[in-house]
């Protein structure tokens, strides 16, 4: 009798430790119901104070906002991810802003005046600019900030590369600054208006060191309040703001209260928040996804083009046969493209045709349907290059098999797997054995070793420049060329491109960078990428940048 | 009994070291580098890329890397991540709590939901309530975590908007996850109660009570259940395993805090010394529980505290 009872008090104690656990948490939770902090309800203060004044703009309220992954600091010069910079967007400002059309209009710098040689920007500052913390906002912190960049202590990697060919700066006076270079450079301007050149506060740099990506202070429409880990960032508004640049409507501070971005991974969760009402807005919406929220009158799928280099697959002319323009041609007409966008996109992505994306500075429309699909025509040039047809379908030649490596990164991002996967059906029918690997170590596998014949990439850039990184003869053992592509034209351009001051002629060399980047079949243009949120129709206002990053100086909640 | 004791913590101890270095050299030989998830490689250059590669200390000999992990290890420092010089140890003080209430919470779905079940379905053999539980059992243990927590989330969240889909904040944000992990563990529960109570119910003792004139509802719990129970106290060893690792993926689906959550992040960047510490740290609750609970047999089981 007695042993029962005492078997039976263990798994008691054991339920009663594990229900206790439970129990405290449910206490935890009623106390962050109450504060109305992460609960459902969250959405429910803004819509109750949006009824107290219905009109448009609505001032106040809290707009919940899903992003994809975490970001890996709000430290805009140490940050190399895209989903940090939706964050960091709303602490800080740049110098300038580049609109749509590619102009460059003032930000934080009211004009700028650019020296003959072209080796040095001086800019005249806002002189009613002030940090979040206090800290004056003048050229003593532009200097600071450009220069903290360079310093290898940062680990400034993706910030560094934008600043190039940045030297040193001067000040001038109070609210003058110039900005010397090393060499000419067309692209700096734009990059200035980069999210990863954002003007930090040189007060809170350098009081929290290595930490500031978890304390981040600048000048923007927003104030960092908190970071819980894997959880949520909240931004409140800067009631001091004034400075807003051209690309929104609203000069002044945010209508909304505050942001809180929530971290959801899994996308089925990410939507299904939207849909609950659990989140106002969400991020990176899969393509079945936008096909019902569109039809759906309660929500609204809103959708930014990032422009830059498309998605594209680019071909190791380092490896046989693909050094032979006739047998890059042969990929180039034996693959169909638009039937894989269009099959795994739902029609949701445009397909890319060129080496850069609509949008982009010099960006050349004419190659857009260009070339099509034509498996005969793919089969006759491999023919011609003396590739045949074996008793199994595949081609030889020298009693060497046609293979293709084509290695792709992990996680399936944007389904690039998928893509590998009909191209390597696509490939069989005109006689091509691919073989298909998906590692995680690109790095090494791709950058290191060379080992692949055909893999993707994409770049989000405001500036045609961004070629020469990827086509432009490679310097000693640089990484971005991936076609290993030496053409001497092509450097030329590029060369000419980076420093030609008139933008019309400098359109003009992109384009023919392109026109030849497609005659000579050198990549597969696949994807444009469309960044993309779903929101409740509740959320007005809602903008996107040049380069696809969401604004929220004109975001009100109506209703 | 004291020397069974102390024999248990040290064959403890060595699992855990030996689990942190077989960690340590998977993650090394897995394909992978760190610096990739840290900046875009198509535009920096190999010196950069050596450059940060030197400041993480991974250009270093492997027997290096893991004498030097080891040698900190010793000394209390858990390193810090490589991505963002976290410290790893504050790191996982601060996300465990919340991983440990979804796992005592599930734990607790699991034993509630499996018992009751396990119990009904024996007595009730071959009935609806039979069935009922069979197949939860199987459910529970062939439907994989993620999809059976999709499910509920589309069901409970999307359709009902009974319960938030994400965030670790209040009991709301506890009953989905709880009940997705919980009803893994549930059957396995199910399926060990029914059968070890089928096998309770056909002993002689069950006879001998019955003839004895004893109520049937006296004959199954009071006597029939309380030994039956005793392989589900076990199952409570393998359930801190279970519900450890399942918290990397439910974690994940509803976007809770915790440490599955860290350690699913660490290995997707390759961070190291956060994958290395959350291990450590898991094998650490999971030896500590599995020793409690075969210490428990003694308390328990009074045929164990005689041979001890």
Redesign the interface.
Same mark, same amino acid.
């Given at each position: 009798m007695y042993?029962?009872t005492?078997?039976?008090l263990?798994?008691s104690f054991?339920?009663t430790? %594990?229900?206790a656990?439970?129990g405290?948490?449910?206490n935890?939770?009623?106390g =962050?119901?109450a504060s109305g902090?992460?609960? +459902?309800s969250a959405a429910s203060p803004s819509a109750s104070q949006a009824d107290g004044s219905p009109s448009a703009a609505a001032q106040g309220g809290e707009l919940t906002y899903?992003l994809a992954t975490?970001p890996?600091?709000l430290d805009p010069q140490r940050s190399?991810l895209a989903v940090a910079v939706r964050v960091i967007r709303t602490i800080y400002d740049n110098l300038v802003v580049k609109l749509p059309d590619n102009t460059i209009k003032p930000w934080l710098a009211t004009e700028w005046t650019e020296s003959e040689d072209g080796l040095s920007y001086t800019f005249k500052l806002r002189q009613d600019v002030k940090f979040q913390d206090g800290t004056p906002f003048n050229a003593e912190a532009v200097k600071y900030n450009y220069d903290r960049i360079l310093d +290898?202590a940062t680990?400034a990697?993706?910030a560094s590369?934008l600043l190039k060919p940045y030297k040193s700066a001067e000040v001038i006076d109070e609210y003058t600054v110039k900005l010397n270079l090393e060499t000419p450079s067309r692209a700096f301007l734009g990059n200035l208006s980069q999210a990863l050149l954002g003007i930090v506060s040189p007060t809170a740099a350098k009081k929290y060191g290595? =930490?500031f990506?978890k304390n981040p202070v600048g000048t923007g429409p927003f104030k960092f309040v908190k970071w819980?880990?894997?959880?949520e960032i909240t931004v409140e508004r800067n009631p001091d703001y004034a400075w807003a640049p051209e690309i929104v409507d609203n000069k002044g501070a945010p209508y909304l209260d505050r942001v809180t971005f929530?971290?959801? +991974?899994?996308e089925?969760?990410?939507i299904?928040?939207v849909?609950?009402?659990?989140v106002l807005a969400a991020e990176t919406v899969p393509p079945q996804n936008i096909v019902s929220l569109k039809s759906n009158p309660d929500f609204q799928v809103l959708q930014a083009n990032t422009i830059g280099l498309p998605y594209t697959l680019f071909i190791n002319q380092e490896h046989a046969p693909w050094g032979e323009t006739k047998a890059r041609q042969a990929l180039q007409y034996g693959i169909d493209n638009g039937a894989i966008v269009k099959t795994l996109y739902l029609g949701t992505y445009e397909q890319a045709w060129s080496a850069l994306t609509p949008g982009v500075l010099g960006y050349d429309a004419s190659l857009e349907n260009a070339v099509q699909p034509d498996v005969d025509k793919a089969n006759a040039l491999l023919d011609e290059i003396g590739w045949k047809k074996g008793a199994d379908g595949i081609r030889e030649k020298d009693g060497k098999k046609l293979t293709l490596r084509y290695v792709d990164g992990s +996680?399936n991002r944007e389904k690039r797997n998928d893509i590998a996967a009909i191209i390597q059906q696509q490939l069989k029918k005109i006689g091509i054995d691919t073989e298909v690997v998906i590692?995680?170590?690109?790095?090494?596998?791709v950058?290191t070793n060379s080992n692949y014949d055909l893999y993707g990439?994409s =770049?989000v850039n405001g500036d045609p420049n961004a070629l020469s %990184?990827?086509y432009h003869t490679a310097p000693k053992?640089?990484?971005?060329n991936?076609s290993k592509v030496s053409d001497p034209e092509i450097d030329q351009w590029l060369e000419q491109g980076a420093v030609e001051k008139d933008d019309a002629k400098r359109a003009e060399l992109y384009k023919k960078v392109q026109q030849r980047i497609k005659d000579e079949a050198i990549i597969l243009p696949i994807y444009v990428f469309p960044y993309t949120v779903a929101a409740s129709k509740s959320v007005q206002g809602l903008k996107f940048d040049l380069l696809g990053y969401p604004l929220f100086n004109d975001v009100s909640l109506a209703k | 009994m004291f020397k069974a004791v102390t024999g248990r913590i040290l064959s403890s101890l060595l699992v855990i070291v030996g689990s942190s270095a077989l960690v340590f050299v998977i993650m090394y030989l897995?394909? #992978?580098?760190p610096?990739?998830?840290?900046?875009?490689?198509? *535009?920096?250059?190999?010196e950069?890329?050596a450059?940060?590669r030197h400041?993480l200390g991974i250009d270093r000999p492997f027997l290096l890397q893991l004498a030097d992990y080891f040698g900190k290890l010793l000394r209390g420092d858990f390193g810090q991540s490589v991505?963002?010089?976290e410290p790893v140890l504050p790191?996982i003080a601060?996300?465990f709590p919340a991983t440990?209430?979804l796992a /005592?919470?599930s734990? /607790?779905v699991s034993?509630?939901v499996g018992v009751l079940l396990g119990v009904l379905s024996a007595i009730h053999r071959n009935k609806p309530i039979d069935l009922i539980a069979r197949i939860v059992g199987l459910l529970g243990i062939s439907m994989p975590a993620?999809w059976t927590g999709?499910l509920l989330?589309?069901i409970f *969240?999307?359709r009902l #908007?009974w319960f938030?889909?994400?965030? *670790?904040? #209040?009991?709301?944000?506890?009953v989905l996850p /709880?009940l997705t992990l919980g009803l893994i563990g549930a059957g396995f529960i199910v399926r060990m109660v029914r059968n070890s109570m089928l096998e309770v119910i056909g002993d002689a003792f069950v006879v001998t009570l019955r003839a004895k004139g004893l109520s049937e509802r006296a004959v199954m719990y009071r006597?029939a259940l309380?030994?039956a129970?005793?392989p589900?106290?076990t199952m409570?060893g393998v359930l801190a395993g279970e519900m450890l690792a399942g918290t990397v993926v439910i974690e994940?689906?509803? *976007?809770?805090? #915790?440490i599955g959550?860290?350690i699913a992040?660490a290995i997707?960047a390759?961070d190291l010394p956060v994958v290395q510490g959350v291990i450590l740290f898991s094998s650490l609750v999971y030896v500590v529980v599995n020793l409690l609970v075969d210490l428990?047999y003694a308390?328990?089981?009074?045929r164990v505290r005689r041979s001890a």
């Amino acid at each position: 009798m007695y042993k029962w009872t005492s078997a039976l008090l263990a798994l008691s104690f054991a339920l009663t430790l %594990a229900l206790a656990a439970c129990g405290n948490n449910n206490n935890n939770g009623d106390g =962050q119901a109450a504060s109305g902090d992460a609960s +459902p309800s969250a959405a429910s203060p803004s819509a109750s104070q949006a009824d107290g004044s219905p009109s448009a703009a609505a001032q106040g309220g809290e707009l919940t906002y899903a992003l994809a992954t975490s970001p890996d600091t709000l430290d805009p010069q140490r940050s190399g991810l895209a989903v940090a910079v939706r964050v960091i967007r709303t602490i800080y400002d740049n110098l300038v802003v580049k609109l749509p059309d590619n102009t460059i209009k003032p930000w934080l710098a009211t004009e700028w005046t650019e020296s003959e040689d072209g080796l040095s920007y001086t800019f005249k500052l806002r002189q009613d600019v002030k940090f979040q913390d206090g800290t004056p906002f003048n050229a003593e912190a532009v200097k600071y900030n450009y220069d903290r960049i360079l310093d +290898p202590a940062t680990k400034a990697a993706n910030a560094s590369a934008l600043l190039k060919p940045y030297k040193s700066a001067e000040v001038i006076d109070e609210y003058t600054v110039k900005l010397n270079l090393e060499t000419p450079s067309r692209a700096f301007l734009g990059n200035l208006s980069q999210a990863l050149l954002g003007i930090v506060s040189p007060t809170a740099a350098k009081k929290y060191g290595d =930490q500031f990506g978890k304390n981040p202070v600048g000048t923007g429409p927003f104030k960092f309040v908190k970071w819980e880990e894997n959880a949520e960032i909240t931004v409140e508004r800067n009631p001091d703001y004034a400075w807003a640049p051209e690309i929104v409507d609203n000069k002044g501070a945010p209508y909304l209260d505050r942001v809180t971005f929530k971290i959801a +991974p899994e996308e089925a969760t990410r939507i299904g928040s939207v849909q609950s009402g659990q989140v106002l807005a969400a991020e990176t919406v899969p393509p079945q996804n936008i096909v019902s929220l569109k039809s759906n009158p309660d929500f609204q799928v809103l959708q930014a083009n990032t422009i830059g280099l498309p998605y594209t697959l680019f071909i190791n002319q380092e490896h046989a046969p693909w050094g032979e323009t006739k047998a890059r041609q042969a990929l180039q007409y034996g693959i169909d493209n638009g039937a894989i966008v269009k099959t795994l996109y739902l029609g949701t992505y445009e397909q890319a045709w060129s080496a850069l994306t609509p949008g982009v500075l010099g960006y050349d429309a004419s190659l857009e349907n260009a070339v099509q699909p034509d498996v005969d025509k793919a089969n006759a040039l491999l023919d011609e290059i003396g590739w045949k047809k074996g008793a199994d379908g595949i081609r030889e030649k020298d009693g060497k098999k046609l293979t293709l490596r084509y290695v792709d990164g992990s +996680p399936n991002r944007e389904k690039r797997n998928d893509i590998a996967a009909i191209i390597q059906q696509q490939l069989k029918k005109i006689g091509i054995d691919t073989e298909v690997v998906i590692t995680k170590d690109i790095l090494t596998e791709v950058y290191t070793n060379s080992n692949y014949d055909l893999y993707g990439n994409s =770049q989000v850039n405001g500036d045609p420049n961004a070629l020469s %990184a990827f086509y432009h003869t490679a310097p000693k053992g640089a990484l971005g060329n991936l076609s290993k592509v030496s053409d001497p034209e092509i450097d030329q351009w590029l060369e000419q491109g980076a420093v030609e001051k008139d933008d019309a002629k400098r359109a003009e060399l992109y384009k023919k960078v392109q026109q030849r980047i497609k005659d000579e079949a050198i990549i597969l243009p696949i994807y444009v990428f469309p960044y993309t949120v779903a929101a409740s129709k509740s959320v007005q206002g809602l903008k996107f940048d040049l380069l696809g990053y969401p604004l929220f100086n004109d975001v009100s909640l109506a209703k | 009994m004291f020397k069974a004791v102390t024999g248990r913590i040290l064959s403890s101890l060595l699992v855990i070291v030996g689990s942190s270095a077989l960690v340590f050299v998977i993650m090394y030989l897995l394909p #992978g580098d760190p610096v990739a998830s840290m900046i875009d490689v198509s *535009s920096a250059s190999p010196e950069t890329i050596a450059n940060l590669r030197h400041q993480l200390g991974i250009d270093r000999p492997f027997l290096l890397q893991l004498a030097d992990y080891f040698g900190k290890l010793l000394r209390g420092d858990f390193g810090q991540s490589v991505l963002n010089s976290e410290p790893v140890l504050p790191k996982i003080a601060k996300h465990f709590p919340a991983t440990l209430a979804l796992a /005592a919470c599930s734990a /607790a779905v699991s034993v509630i939901v499996g018992v009751l079940l396990g119990v009904l379905s024996a007595i009730h053999r071959n009935k609806p309530i039979d069935l009922i539980a069979r197949i939860v059992g199987l459910l529970g243990i062939s439907m994989p975590a993620f999809w059976t927590g999709i499910l509920l989330l589309l069901i409970f *969240s999307v359709r009902l #908007g009974w319960f938030p889909a994400m965030g *670790s904040h #209040g009991w709301r944000t506890l009953v989905l996850p /709880a009940l997705t992990l919980g009803l893994i563990g549930a059957g396995f529960i199910v399926r060990m109660v029914r059968n070890s109570m089928l096998e309770v119910i056909g002993d002689a003792f069950v006879v001998t009570l019955r003839a004895k004139g004893l109520s049937e509802r006296a004959v199954m719990y009071r006597h029939a259940l309380r030994n039956a129970l005793i392989p589900a106290v076990t199952m409570i060893g393998v359930l801190a395993g279970e519900m450890l690792a399942g918290t990397v993926v439910i974690e994940t689906v509803f *976007s809770r805090q #915790g440490i599955g959550r860290i350690i699913a992040d660490a290995i997707m960047a390759k961070d190291l010394p956060v994958v290395q510490g959350v291990i450590l740290f898991s094998s650490l609750v999971y030896v500590v529980v599995n020793l409690l609970v075969d210490l428990s047999y003694a308390v328990i089981d009074p045929r164990v505290r005689r041979s001890a």
